[in-house]
Antibody
Framework: QVRLQESGPGLVKPSETLSLTCTVSDSYISSGYYWGWIRQPPGKGLEWIGS???????FYNGSLKSRVTISMDTSKNQFSLKLSSVTAADTAVYYCARLNGATNSYFDYWGQGTLVTVYS | QSALTQPRSVSGSPGQSVTISCTGSNNDVGDYNYVSWYQQHPGKVPKLIIF???KRPSGVPDRFSASKSGNTASLTISGLQAEDEADYYCCSYAGSYSIVIFGGGTKLTVL
């Protein structure tokens, strides 16, 4: 049973950088899977933010690509999300998850999610 | 990348069947057999219920089935139960660089 846990500030000011970390337990992030971030604004749907492979290769949603960086720290079994220049539109529950499948396109294990509010 | 199109809401009575559609394009749903579906109860974490168009993870009841035709994927829930009331999201692989696209979500109400 893979466990994921998001951590990071719950409040971020506009124009600043949102930073979250996902700690993975009972599985190694270098084990050959992709790991990703998804967000969900209050009352709205899911949006894929990006994914990363243990090699360090990362792929991002085109609409966020200019502001997003996903990185990995295999020594801590963690991967991280940075989203720069945030606005109120970035207020959401942020989930980390493991991707699976031949094209690494479905999410089989999810963290509990963490609410990040952008406020001024 | 545009979100996949799902009906905002569907409803059905206990014991009935409902189908939720998910329409994409030739660049995602229509071109790949990698559609997944997620169930999300209010305030809860999304749960994978279908992957690779029609496969069910262990533990998901066979009341949940899914298929795809052209650019549209469908999730069917038969023998509706009160606990099936939730939001459902489809998701598709959309090509190189492991791009993933979600649908806007459908709220299922069990009457």
């Amino acid at each position: 049973q893979v466990r994921l846990q998001e951590s990071g500030p719950g409040l971020v000011k506009p124009s600043e950088t949102l930073s979250l970390t996902c700690t993975v337990s009972d599985s190694y992030i270098s084990s050959g899977y992709y790991w990703g971030w998804i967000r969900q604004p209050p009352g709205k749907g899911l949006e894929w933010i990006g994914s990363i492979y243990f090699s360090g290769s990362a792929f991002y949603n085109g609409s966020l690509k200019s502001r997003v960086t996903i990185s990995m720290d295999t020594s801590k079994n963690q991967f991280s999300l940075k989203l720069s220049s945030v606005t109120a539109a970035d207020t959401a529950v942020y989930y980390c998850a493991r991707l699976n499948g031949a094209t690494n396109s479905y999410f089989d294990y999810w963290g509990q999610g963490t609410l990040v509010t952008v406020y001024s | 990348q545009s979100a996949l199109t799902q009906p905002r809401s569907v409803s059905g009575s206990p014991g009935q069947s409902v189908t939720i559609s998910c329409t994409g394009s030739n660049n995602d749903v229509g071109d790949y057999n990698y559609v997944s579906w997620y169930q999300q109860h209010p305030g809860k974490v999304p749960k994978l219920i279908i992957f690779d168009v029609s496969k069910r993870p262990s533990g998901v009841p066979d009341r949940f089935s899914a298929s795809k035709s052209g650019n549209t994927a469908s999730l069917t829930i038969s023998g509706l139960q009160a606990e099936d009331e939730a939001d459902y999201y489809c998701c598709s692989y959309a090509g190189s660089y492991s791009i993933v696209i979600f649908g806007g979500g459908t709220k299922l109400t069990v009457l």
